[in-house]
């Protein structure tokens, strides 16, 4: 569903998205992205024998024209939490062209996201859950966190299989391994959708020397 956004004209289109399976609209040409407003949405890509989850959510860009980077991989998007997507008109001419600076607006959005899906394949890297689910869940509260007293706190309304997923485990395991991280003092809390994590994120990793041919 498709509303305005307020009663100015300088005050985007908003679609709302309730939980489900979503097909990314597609236009007929470069004319149109979203941004995520509220809300959580995946993305997830598959291929023969792997697959992997991409997480969105508030400030996240949608780019619909842009096709798969493969031809032999699939997408399909699903909406984890009830979500509100601004509508950017990018066509010259258009009351968003007159109002702001696309470019500025739109290219530092696909970077973030783009470096956001390298972070979340380092952290995939990390050998055992219980660290590679502490990284995740620290770089979701420095992005859409706050900072708390001895921590950081993130409420993300997403089901632990969609974290299993994000860190390539399986939900029962990640459940045990939210359950030692609380043992071990590192999760104060892991209420349905809120988390709070305890001391401080993890270290930032050491140069690597350089190698000689």
Known sequence: MTKKNGSGASRLPEMTLDPGPWQLPQPPSSELAYMVVAGMLLRRVTVEGGRSVELLGK?????PWHGEPASFC???WEVVDRSRLAVLDLRPGSPLSRTTDLATTIVPRAIERARWLALQSAIMSIVGIEERLRALLW??????GKPVPGGAEIEVNVPQSVLAEMVGARRPTVSLA????TERGLLL?????????????????AAEPERSD
């Open 59 to 63: 400030g996240d860009l949608l780019l």
């Open 139 to 144: 770089a979701l509260a420095e992005r859409w």
């Open 178 to 181: 939210l359950g030692s991280l």
């Open 74 to 76: 699939r997408s399909e």
């Open 189 to 205: 809390t892991s209420e349905p959708g809120r988390w709070v994590l305890s001391g401080e994120p993890p270290k930032v990793a």
